[in-house]
């Protein structure tokens, strides 16, 4: 079955530290990967995204996601957090030629301590 | 540039009743979909539509219809609203590409917050 897993729920971490934040995906075909962040009461907004190419994906706000095929993995880092990113952050997967039909992770929220 | 538009951004419904919540997008995109947010389970898909005219079911699409007959609009139809179908509405959409073109990312709205009490 298609499935996205994000295995933290809910992560903490210090101003300045780096953040690194989970997806595991099983998918058959080849996977277009997607990392949205969502702010209290807002919409989505598309951190970065992997169609093909470099597995190392450069986003917005300083976030950059490795692909990596062999672990079925498109992890998220930051190297240094500010308490602006204080989010829910969603990975999610969708099928090359249909980005309308997409499968999401349940999310990860991320504070951020002064 | 408004992007994809939904309205309302608030409603509450009792048991029973009918609505529609409103999207459109001025992107020319093919590709519209309407996914739910609930607490812990992320989003999930409920209808989605490749083009006008052309609709197909998502993950939870029961209690729900979708009606595609312009580029621009894609509406969902509540027919007899139940608790359960408290959430928060999403609806995207994406640029198909075509046969040699990359398609893009799903472009989302603000969102509705429907309460069926």
């Known amino acids: 079955a298609q499935s996205v897993t994000q295995p933290d729920i809910h992560i903490t971490v210090s101003e300045g530290a780096s953040l690194e934040l989970r997806c595991n995906y099983s998918?058959?075909?080849?996977?277009?990967l997607f990392w949205y962040v969502q702010s209290p009461g807002q919409g989505l907004q598309l951190l970065l995204k992997y169609f093909s190419g470099d597995t190392l994906v450069q986003g917005i706000k300083g976030f950059e996601a490795e692909f990596k095929r062999s672990q079925s993995s498109f992890n998220l880092r930051k190297p240094s957090v500010h308490w602006s990113d204080a989010a829910e952050y969603f990975c999610a997967v969708g099928r090359s030629g249909n980005t309308g039909k997409l499968i999401f992770g349940q999310g990860t929220t991320l504070q951020v301590k002064p | 540039n408004a992007g994809v538009t939904q309205t309302p951004k608030f409603q509450v419904l009792k048991t029973g009743q009918s609505m529609t919540l409103q999207c459109a997008q001025d992107?020319?995109?093919?590709?519209m979909s309407w996914y739910r947010q609930d607490p812990g389970m992320g989003l999930r898909l409920i209808h989605y539509s490749v083009g006008a005219g052309i609709t197909d079911q998502g993950e939870v699409p029961n209690g729900y219809n979708v009606s595609r007959s312009t580029t621009e609009d894609f509406p969902l139809r509540l027919l007899s609203a139940a608790p359960s179908q408290t959430s928060v509405y999403f609806c995207?959409?994406?640029?198909?590409?075509?046969?040699?073109?990359?398609?893009?990312?799903?472009?989302f709205g603000q969102g509705t917050r429907l309460t069926v009490v």
């Open positions: 992107m020319n995109h093919e590709y």
């Open positions: 998918y058959g075909a080849t996977p277009y």
């Open positions: 995207a959409s994406s640029y198909g590409g075509g046969r040699f073109l990359m398609n893009t990312e799903a472009f």
